[in-house]
């Protein structure tokens, strides 16, 4: 059995100004040239065994659930991940500027797993390992990265781990977010709950030890001792990424964890909030609502490996808070705000928008594309080749209380990455929902159609909006916001249907 539940993601968004651009080419090796080795601490690697069998098969939250890996060439399986994690504190205040000063506190027994989908054959594998916090905001272990990645992870060979870092997928707790039918499904029970025949010898002392556990895996696949979860394929990089209350978590891991072990070689932060989150305590998670009210903190200007962040309209302006967070791109870090988004969108959902009951449409804007993209260009960042282009933020205005976007003619945001649904629109595509929404509608943004007069004036065609739709996506594809390889996904979802002539 494989759990199909509806995923959905942390909290809501922050806000915005705008600077320059800078273009650049898409990188289009498949597999970057290798850096030098890099010298790591040493410290405990987690002990893997397995894979795992029996019960009802291996369990993740995916709205949209995987079933192409044969035909792809990749293959999936489970494992224990186990040993003793440590919990961190701070010598001092957490600083905002991100340079955390971190220090051993307590440790603990630990046993989780590890999902990996990987080449079957080393010639496909480009040598770059995907490590994914797998998500719990809904309250089961969502691979809500690997959705908007797998086409990139399928077709250029990367291997992809998720791994059951938090408490509450394991052990069970309160959900972030509720969803209709999450907890008939399970919602807050756990693995062990779910699955006793499968997951009953798991535990997790808490998420004070998630970081900790995190760092193990890694090293883990970097120098396996016993089972090899990659089956025997060299990983040369490991790319750390997460959504939401994921990128929360990685955030603080950033800013504290990853100095002290330098266990990964770059990091995909998507919909992080202003404010990182906690360290913890022991036997509890971490409440991420309460690090909406933290203080906004940047990633730290000193660490080794890149880092690229990827913001919504909704993670924005919202509570996220994540404007005050908003810093400037340098050696080894981009900042990416994509025009036309939302927290979670209609790409991620699949075919369950109906269940939802929102107000509106959900967003269907195209930051799955983008984040391609950052992905193939974390992985090139990471083994010495070129840096990202930079982006501009996303425009807003000053309006009394609270910042509100600067919108264009037809009423889409300006600024930020843009892709041609809001460059060539038949759409307004917005991150934020009604006043009034459910918290899970108010995530997922909206879409309203523009009117056919509005459209009749802008395209003299069906074939004028095409002509449009293509040049846009051209430019989006030149600055290296979108890989050339999803140019006819793209293509696809243009409308040409809705314009008159």
Known sequence: MRLTALL????????????????????????????????????????????????????????????????????????????????????????????????????????????????????????TVVVEWLNVSAGFDAPAEYVYLRDEILRRGYAWVG???????????????????????GAGKGLRRLDPARYGKLRHPGDAFSYDIFTQVARALRQPGGVDALGGLTAERLLAVGESQSAFLLTTYVDGVQPLTRAFDGFLLHSRGGAPAPLGRPGGSVDIASSLSGAPTRIRTDLGVPVITVETETDVLGILGFLPARQPDGNRFRLWEVAGTAHADKYQLGDREATLGCPLPVNRGQQHAVLKAALRHLATWASGGAAPPKAPRLETREAGAAPTFVLDDVGNVRGGVRTPAVDA??????GLAPPGSSVICLLLGSTRPIP????????????????????????????GFVLPDDRGALLREAAPSRVAG
């Open 452 to 479: 056919d007069a509005v459209l009749a004036r802008r395209y003299r065609s069906a074939d004028a909006y095409l002509g449009q739709y293509r040049a846009a996506l051209d430019r989006t594809i030149a600055a």
């Open 425 to 430: 629109p038949v759409d307004i595509l917005s």
């Open 163 to 185: 791994v059951s870092a938090q408490l509450i997928g394991v052990e069970g707790g309160p959900t972030a977010v509720s969803v209709p039918g999450g907890a008939e499904s």
């Open 8 to 127: 959905v993601l942390a909290a809501i968004g922050g806000a915005a100004c705008s600077s320059g651009a800078n273009g650049g080419r898409a990188p289009t090796a498949s597999a970057p040239r290798t850096r030098p080795a890099v010298q790591r601490p040493p410290g405990p690697s987690a002990a893997i065994s397995g894979p795992m069998t029996g019960g009802n098969g291996t369990f993740l939250a995916e709205a949209r659930p995987e079933s192409g890996l044969g035909a792809a060439g990749f293959t999936e399986a489970e494992y224990t991940a186990s040993g003793t994690a440590t919990s961190y504190r701070s010598k001092g205040k957490l600083p905002t500027d991100g340079r955390f000063d971190l220090e051993a506190d307590s440790t603990a027994p630990y046993s989780t797993r590890i999902v990996v989908r990987r080449p079957k054959r080393a010639s496909r594998f480009n040598g």
